[in-house]
């Protein structure tokens, strides 16, 4: 069994940059990231995700990026989806706990850096850190953060393999799209669709009719002539995501939505056609807003990018929220996304998912960016 996106020579170089000894590894997600073990809610049978309460998964990275893994003792398939050969089984929580400070004493780091996921479990963390007294803890999120933005070629086609349901889900969506059709039919249609064509299923289904508040679909409501209707959509493949979204109305659109829509397509192709390695995602920013005060006078938009891989945010790039003063490096994988308030119609705007590549930006999504119009 080969990594996904893990790398041991990539783990030494970002434990030894953040001065970390040995990294526990806690959450589901990062679990899966550092050991492939089947961790996931949406693993095909995502029992090791259920009982995670009962029989914690853990796994542990030390400096030299060698991982040891711990998990449920009558899981016998380890050796199928894992690439970590030492593995303990244990029986519960506390059991759990003393497999991992078993292995912190006998490599002889009770009194070094040991780094803990901030979500880490209450009772997991106090159990280090009182087993430990001498220990120096530190936070390791920034370090696995960083060892999952630079995606491997296996991750990325995951990632394209999403894309492609994503769109394919949207654009099942747009084909049965009539008056009277309510939000509730058209999940259905989404999740069949996403289901159908071999993914295990979906992150986030958002969708506006109209008005309707786009978090949170599934009320009722009808599709109406001459709405603005919003699909976002982004899928689980083989554990990875996408994020991508369209517009589409039906019958004639709205005055002022075209010119809208063509203005966000224009911003967001300007942070694409400007970002390449070693370009600072700060500079991107303001320089995209900067972009669209010339295009328009009137009216703000919300330009946010941010990386997608096992999940959907693992971390704002630039928004109005957050801009990182970092550099863009290859292999990076994200989402650049551009909306603007319309009238009563909610946010009107344009998603798709991006790769950085030696000479730019590679786009992974396909369908059509203008609003689709039945």
């Known amino acids: 069994m080969e990594p996904i996106g893990f790398s041991k020579q990539k783990a030494q170089d970002i434990l030894e940059k953040h001065d970390i000894d040995v990294l526990v590894v806690s959450s589901p ?43 449920w003792i009558t899981y016998n398939s380890v050796d199928k989806f894992s690439w970590v050969k030492d593995v303990s089984g244990i029986g519960s929580p506390k059991a759990a706990m003393v497999e991992v400070s078993d292995r912190i004493e006998k490599w002889g780091l009770s009194e070094k850096k040991i780094a803990y996921e901030s979500l880490m479990p209450s009772y997991q963390s106090e159990f280090l850190r009182k087993k430990f007294p001498n220990a120096n803890f530190i936070n390791g999120d920034q370090a696995l953060l960083d060892m999952r933005l630079i995606k491997s070629e296996e991750e990325v086609r995951r990632i394209k393999k999403s894309t492609e349901i994503s769109e394919k889900a949207i654009k099942a969506m747009i084909d049965v799209a009539r008056e009277g059709l309510t939000d509730n039919e058209l999940l259905q249609i989404a999740r069949r669709t996403i289901v159908d064509e071999g993914a295990e299923g979906w992150d986030h289904l958002t969708m506006n009719l109209g008005p309707s508040d786009p978090e949170a679909p599934g009320i009722g409501i009808s599709m109406k002539s001459g709405d603005l209707n919003r699909f976002d ?142």
């Not at 049978?45 to 990026?65: A, D, E, T």
């Open 29 to 71: 997600i990062n679990v899966f990231y550092t050991t492939g073990l089947p961790t996931l809610h949406v693993a095909p049978n995502p029992i090791l995700y259920v009982l995670s309460n009962q029989f914690p998964s853990l796994s542990l990275v030390k400096r030299n990026g060698e991982e040891s893994l711990i998990t």
């Open 233 to 374: 959509i982004g899928t689980i493949w083989k554990g990875y995501v996408s994020d991508v979204s369209r517009e589409m109305v039906i019958g004639q659109i709205p005055e002022g939505a075209e010119e809208t829509m063509d203005r966000m397509i224009k911003v967001q192709e300007f942070c694409a056609n400007n970002i390449q390695p070693g370009v600072n995602m700060k500079e991107v920013y303001t320089n995209a807003n900067n972009f669209h005060r010339s295009l328009t006078k009137r009216g703000r938009c919300f330009i946010t990018g941010h990386s997608i891989g096992l999940e959907v945010e693992e971390i704002h790039l630039f928004s109005p929220m957050k801009k990182l003063e970092r550099l863009f490096e290859m292999n990076m994988v994200f989402d650049i996304e551009v909306w603007q308030n319309f009238k009563n119609q909610g946010l009107i705007g344009i998603e798709d998912c991006y790769r950085i590549t030696k000479s730019g930006c590679e786009r992974l999504s396909s369908l059509d960016k203008n609003i689709f119009v039945k």
